[in-house]
């Protein structure tokens, strides 16, 4: 009997690199001229999301700026980060409200089994909570599975774990 391979497709943001990135945005923000005396701030909740809060517009649009590039800088995916709508806030403050994607979406599941399934391989997929598993026989036809998925345009982020 043949042995079977294969690999899972899940989104996890590492939370220790989405601390550290945290952390370098507020040094930043700390020594930047244009945030002298602001209460601008970018706080991670116990939820796993992060708020931004600025004095206007301005300083909210510098924030979302900063946190992107030392996200980008630590290797965390841009598409697992989703900005909310900006908010009034106390005192005529901004707020927004960032949310970590953790995990796929069931909807977003099915368009990738569907996408599998539409490459007429010998290969099957799963999903399995919050991620899908891909399995065949031939190592060639699941590295292809990776490299097709890895060309499609999602709107979402995605990684190849537990190669087998």
Do not use: W
Request: charged fraction near 30%; proline fraction near 1%; hydrophobic fraction near 40%.
């Amino acid at each position: 009997m043949a042995e079977t391979h294969s690999f899972d497709i899940v989104c996890k943001v590492e939370m220790h690199e989405i601390k550290n990135a945290i952390d370098q945005a507020q040094k930043q923000i700390a020594v930047r001229y244009d945030f002298k005396g602001s209460k601008s701030s970018i706080t991670l909740n116990k939820d796993d999301t992060i708020t931004l809060f600025a004095e206007d517009d301005y300083k909210l649009s510098a924030l979302t700026e900063i946190l992107k590039e030392k996200m980008a800088k630590r290797n965390i995916p841009l598409k697992a980060i989703t900005f909310g709508k900006t908010e009034d806030a106390v005192g005529g403050t901004k707020r927004q409200t960032v949310t970590l994607q953790t995990g796929i979406p069931t909807d977003k599941a099915k368009e990738i089994v569907k996408a599998i399934k539409n490459l007429k391989l010998k290969v099957q997929a799963k999903i399995q909570e919050d991620q899908v598993r891909v399995s065949g026989q031939k190592i060639d036809d699941l590295q292809l599975v990776m490299k097709e998925l890895k060309d499609m345009d999602n709107d979402f982020a995605m990684q190849f774990i537990n190669y087998k």
